[in-house]
């Protein structure tokens, strides 16, 4: 078991609790991240989600209304087993209503169906795979900024049109890339393409030359990375090095966030095309946003994972403040669908009856050194998509709650 440390970032008044608190158990909103704290999402999500979570709590401003919140925080070390331990030990012992971000699909399928049984909420974001609202869906699930099928659609689709039409996939082998892998030969073929092969590489991958040279021996004109964060970046780095690119092969980051772009530097990944639901740049809201999360997270701006556990969390107290309670997951996530999203960093959204969150997403390009004015300027916006298009059309995931 991971130490858990806790977080009060409201206090409930001396004198009682208002009415609108009266039916919180324990007097308290308690608000679990479990995340990456010390491996490969670490920067993506880890100590940045629980900055997301700590503002979102701030700007809810329910210490105000006399009711208290806390977040906990704990690193499930991309092991389902682990994080099944601290968020049984969460709902059981230490009274948390909800669990929010679990970058790593193995952990977060586990945390959904765990939160369905103890009738608790989860907001899935740093998590990918799209059976969180396909097969695997939930009553008790919202998922939150991007999924599998989102990034497929967009850079997969894009790319391929752009006659870029045969694929060969570098994949996790677990949860998340299967899913991806899935996904993004899915849309490969919907666009004419054809994939011609993948290879599954372990997590936390240090070597990829064995699965780079499979790559580069498919002939296939796009080497996608159906992976994430340091795998991504280790993946992006040697195919460099082995000069991928300049035999005239393309390579593709199919979850590729800002951190990761400012991990490899705009050297090494200038020209990559990638699908983003959040960018710090967009306007004025997004970076008032980044100007208090980024001294909290070592300078660090926030991604998509970062935004949709804030805007997550603001959605979920709203729900709780309106039901005058925090006991039962289900209703809460069934009010949480029947009102408009509406926040800072995303604007104004809907949840889907299978629990996808859905907003519009931007294709974007990194800039080249010369075109960045500065630091974080990494993005050329290159489309938008609706939402109805960007995520996948609600009668095709299989969600069981779908009629």
């Given amino acids: 078991m991971t130490p858990l440390v806790r977080a009060t970032l409201a206090a409930a008044l001396s004198v009682g609790l208002a009415p609108a608190a009266a039916q919180i158990t324990g007097n308290t909103i308690r608000i679990g991240v479990l995340t990456d704290m010390s491996s490969l999402y670490a920067d993506g999500t880890g100590m940045g989600s629980v900055a997301a979570a700590q503002l979102a709590v701030e700007d809810a401003a329910l210490a105000r209304r006399g009711i208290k919140v806390e977040v906990l925080f704990a690193d499930h070390q991309n092991r389902p087993d682990v994080g099944l331990t601290i968020a049984r030990r969460w709902y059981d012992t230490d009274g948390v209503d909800v669990i929010v971000d679990v970058p790593n699909s193995s952990v977060a399928l586990a945390v959904s169906q765990l939160s369905r049984d103890k009738n608790k909420v989860f907001l899935a974001s740093g998590a990918g795979s799209s059976d969180l609202t396909g097969k695997a869906c939930s009553p008790n699930t919202v998922h939150w900024a991007y999924d599998t099928w989102m990034l497929a659609n967009g850079t997969a689709r894009f790319v391929t049109r752009a006659g870029w039409d045969t694929w060969f996939f570098v994949t996790a082998d677990y949860a998340f890339g299967h899913a991806l892998e899935r996904d993004a030969s899915a849309a490969v073929a919907r666009a004419g393409g054809k994939s011609l092969g993948a290879v599954r590489a372990p997590l936390n991958t240090?070597?990829?030359?064995?699965?780079?040279?499979?790559?580069r021996a498919s002939k296939a004109k796009v080497i996608g990375f159906a992976n994430a964060g340091g795998d991504a970046i280790t993946a992006m780095k040697q195919a460099t090095e082995f000069g991928i690119v300049k035999d005239g092969q393309r390579v593709a980051g199919l979850l590729m966030g800002i951190t990761d772009v400012h991990a490899l530097g705009l050297a090494a990944a200038q020209g990559l095309t990638l699908t983003e639901a959040f960018y710090w740049n967009t306007n004025d809201a997004t970076r008032e946003f980044t100007r208090r999360f980024a001294p909290r997270h070592r300078g660090f701006h926030p991604n998509a994972i970062h935004a949709g556990v804030y805007a997550a969390i603001l959605h979920y107290l709203k729900a709780v403040e309106a039901l005058k309670g925090d006991a039962d997951g289900a209703a809460?996530?069934?009010?949480?669908?029947?009102?408009?999203?509406?926040d800072p960093l995303f604007g104004k959204g809907t949840i889907r009856a299978d629990g996808r969150k859905i907003h519009p997403i931007q294709l974007v390009e990194v800039k080249t050194p010369a075109e960045s004015k500065g630091a974080w300027d990494y993005y050329k916006v290159v489309a938008t998509i609706p939402a109805e298009e960007a995520f996948r059309p609600l009668a095709e995931g299989g969600c069981p709650l779908v009629n």
């Fill in 332 to 342: 809460i996530v069934a009010r949480m669908k029947a009102v408009p999203t509406d």
């Fill in 206 to 215: 240090a070597d990829f030359s064995s699965f780079l040279l499979q790559a």
